[in-house]
């Protein structure tokens, strides 16, 4: 990799006008002499290529200088050099050089597509900001993006290599930034970048984003912990080399060629260590560490096994990923071993290919590609495979905060591993539930799930699960998704799968519920609700076409969805739909008016009105501020895009919403028979003694009501004290029973239902 250029700043804020003219040194270095020496590996026609990119970039960044003084154009060229580094081909270097050309410079996607091709031109439009668009928040901004970024890169990967060296480059040349800028980047690329170049396997560039962003957001503890290293590296320097010198005799005389690397902890990897095991500096025994590269896969068993004579493994320190790979791709043994001296060495063994995919991950695939003209291992397409599962959930997530949220979640860096019956593996995130492992199956097995056994034992759903476990889950076809799932699912996959199912159950209800209220509404106008839609041919179809052009929606079920969620007024709709049969020769029918009293409708009463039984969903809710029960006198508020809220009518707050908003208000009335309990709240005033819960729990329980909650608020507790309970009561009848039998309780004084 290219040295950082020194005291640069990011072109997130780099000045239109140059603040100083430029050093002569620096005009030298933004020559494109500085990137061929990298570009041997590409083939004439491909250099020239790259050459007229660097000219058009250059051109284009023409005046613009970073907040150093130096010409922007360097820092490009830095990030075509970081891609240079990994083989990437012509379009990715070309993309590199070009990458911030859309968004500083004007250049449109049409003038790159005529000038470099379209692959090039999507390549580049993937790595452009989405500053044209205008964001409420700062996160709202930052979570378009990715988005932006990860759509492309289901096109193409390079787009996020791209992305990562250009801010590798920008996090190593941002010193002439003001201080909380500085903070702001290395915060985000702590969250976001260092976990998205883990997950791809780029191991060096995770490492040095950890320690650049570790050392703007604390650099006090950075300065000292460097400075402990430092002397550290002095006092065992000896050490180091003896254990080299042993272990590459020890592998000679067992006639193994291979190569030894001594290897030192970063400062960040040091300070987690300290913070997670409270430990301190001089506590942290493996400051230093070994790396064995053999030539063959058999060999790293034979190595280990030379290893483990020469010196005292630590029990429980052995881990092979060779045979089961992190997520990430990454192969390696790792084993912990004693030496002469008594402190513990760590020692990695890897073969040349595993060390390649190791240190540079799915960038390996250009490398081998180009190098050795051999495909990559298997363990670089993993990464692939982790990039198309976000994609999967973009599709689905439609708000951008909600997206970022399971993109933070998909970057956690620990996983477990646990099988399949049949015994094939899966890595999960730390946490992971088999809720989450039944969605990484399928998502029809995620959806169907309703019990779980692991290691052939029962279990539940919201158990976590361990490495070496056994899931099987049991489904059933009738079986639903839970909203309570959310609460502990730990996998983006599995959170955008049930989210997306509940949306759709609710536009499911919202259909039904604006179906019934725009047919009531019409039957006020004395019409009835025409039938078909807007592909229907005749006279229906091209009334439910103008009616659409009037709305905005682009089709009847979503114009439909929008009256059952309250976005639009049903009886508006209606008159203009009305409007619309009486052009086409319709006229009002008295009878209509009067006739629904005789029309049987389980669901949908004569007079339009809508039945509440508790078998509606999340389009009819019960407001929580009176919280009604059968029995009581009921309105129905359409909210804004949240369904039909049903009040009591004597509810203060409800009276304040009719007041400003007359038009959103429909008749609603209970059912005959509610198919179950409604939860209301009371408040009981108790002498403060001993057995006092006891003996309301039992007056409750004995007037066959439950409780569901219990507040006894954050004052301290007197001679007296006030319980607000939510019981679960059939109706107003059940709940004066309830509350008679309080009032009999001993230790209460006082009961009454809590009203708003």
Not at 131 to 138: E, I, N, V
Not at 706 to 718: K, P, Q, S
């Amino acid at each position: 990799m290219p040295a950082p250029v020194a005291t640069t700043a990011s072109p997130e804020t780099h000045p239109a006008a140059a603040p100083a003219p430029a050093p002569a040194g620096d005009a030298a270095a933004a020559s494109f002499a500085a990137l061929t020496d990298k570009l041997d590996y590409l083939d004439a026609a491909d250099i020239k290529r790259v050459r007229e990119a660097y000219r058009f970039a250059d051109e284009a960044h023409l005046g613009q200088f970073r907040a150093s003084g130096e010409p922007y154009i360097t820092h490009p060229i830095a990030v075509a050099g970081l891609c240079a580094g990994w083989k990437l081909d012509a379009q990715a270097i070309m993309a590199a050089l070009m990458h911030d050309a859309m968004e500083d410079c004007g250049v449109t996607k049409v003038e790159l597509i005529e000038r470099f091709g379209a692959p090039t031109a999507e390549l580049v439009d993937g790595l452009t900001k989405l500053d044209k668009l205008q964001f409420s928040t700062k996160e709202e901004s930052q979570a378009e993006s990715f988005r932006k970024m990860l759509l492309a890169m289901s096109r193409d990967v390079r787009v996020i290599l791209v992305k990562l060296a250009d801010r590798l480059h920008n996090m190593r040349t941002m010193d002439a930034m003001a201080a909380h800028k500085r903070a702001r980047i290395a915060r985000e690329t702590l969250d976001i970048y260092a976990p998205i170049a883990h997950r791809l396997g780029l191991n060096q560039i995770y490492r040095e984003l950890q320690e650049l962003s570790f050392k703007y957001l604390q650099p006090w503890r950075y300065g000292a912990l460097s400075k402990a290293v430092r002397k550290a590296r002095g006092y065992r320097r000896d050490i180091v080399e003896r254990v080299r010198l042993e272990v590459e005799k020890a592998l000679q005389d067992s006639q193994l060629p291979a190569q030894v690397y001594g290897r030192e902890k970063t400062i960040f990897s040091i300070y987690q260590k300290m913070r997670e095991k409270h430990l301190s500096f001089a506590q942290v025994s493996d400051l230093f560490g070994f790396r064995v590269v053999v030539k063959s896969l058999p060999e790293c068993y034979l190595a280990l096994g030379v290893l483990h004579q020469l010196y005292k493994p630590l029990p429980g320190r052995f881990k092979d990923y060779i045979a089961i790979p992190k997520a990430n791709g990454y192969q390696s043994l790792h084993t912990t071993l004693v030496n002469p001296l008594g402190t513990a060495v760590e020692f990695q063994i890897r073969t040349e290919t595993m060390h390649a995919v190791a240190e540079e991950g799915i960038a390996a695939h250009w490398m081998y590609k180009t190098v050795d003209g051999v495909l990559p291992p298997d363990g670089t397409r993993q990464g692939a495979v982790w990039l198309q599962s976000l994609i999967d959930i973009q599709q689905e997530t439609r708000d951008s905060a909600e997206f970022l949220e399971h993109l933070k979640i998909d970057l956690f860096p620990d996983a477990i591993y646990v099988f399949t019956p049949k015994s094939k593996i899966l890595a999960l995130p730390k946490g992971a539930t088999p809720v989450d492992f039944a969605y990484a199956i399928h998502s029809d097995v995620g959806d169907r799930c309703v019990s779980a056994k692991v290691n052939g034992e029962p279990v539940a759903l919201r158990t976590e699960l361990r490495s070496g476990d056994v899931v099987e889950i049991v489904s059933a076809p009738s079986a639903r998704p839970n909203p309570a799932w959310l609460n502990f699912v730990r996998t983006g996959r599995a959170r955008s799968k049930i989210r997306h199912y509940l949306k759709n159950l609710e536009a499911e209800e919202s259909l039904e519920l604006g179906e019934k209220l725009l047919g009531k509404a019409l039957r006020a106008e004395g019409l009835t609700l025409p039938g078909g839609d807007e592909q229907a041919g005749g006279p229906e179809g091209q009334l439910w076409q103008a009616l659409l052009r009037w709305s905005g929606n682009r089709t009847r079920r979503e114009l439909l969805v929008d009256v059952g969620q309250g976005r639009k007024i049903a009886s508006i709709v209606a008159k203009r739909m009305a409007a619309l049969l009486t052009e086409t020769g319709a006229r009002p029918d008295a009878l209509t008016l009067t006739a629904g009293r005789f029309v049987a409708d389980d669901n949908m009463p004569a007079q339009g009105t809508v039945v509440i039984d508790g078998n509606q969903g999340a389009t009819i809710q019960l407001a929580a501020c009176c919280r009604p029960i059968p029995g009581d006198a009921i309105v129905g508020y359409l909210g804004r895009g949240e369904g039909l809220v049903v009040h009591t009518a004597e509810c203060s707050v409800g009276r304040r919403l009719f007041e400003r908003d007359t038009e959103r208000w429909i008749d609603v009335e209970w059912a005959d028979e509610p198919a179950r309990s409604f939860e209301t709240a009371v408040s009981v005033l108790v002498d403060n003694g001993k057995g006092v819960l006891a003996q309301v729990a039992q007056a409750v329980s004995a007037a066959e009501a439950d409780i569901t909650h219990i507040d006894m608020g954050h004052e301290r507790a007197g001679a007296t004290a006030e319980l607000r309970l939510l019981l679960s009561v059939k109706d107003r009848q059940h709940l004066a029973d309830v509350l008679r039998a309080l009032k009999r309780a001993p230790a209460v004084l006082k009961v009454a239902r809590v009203k708003p």
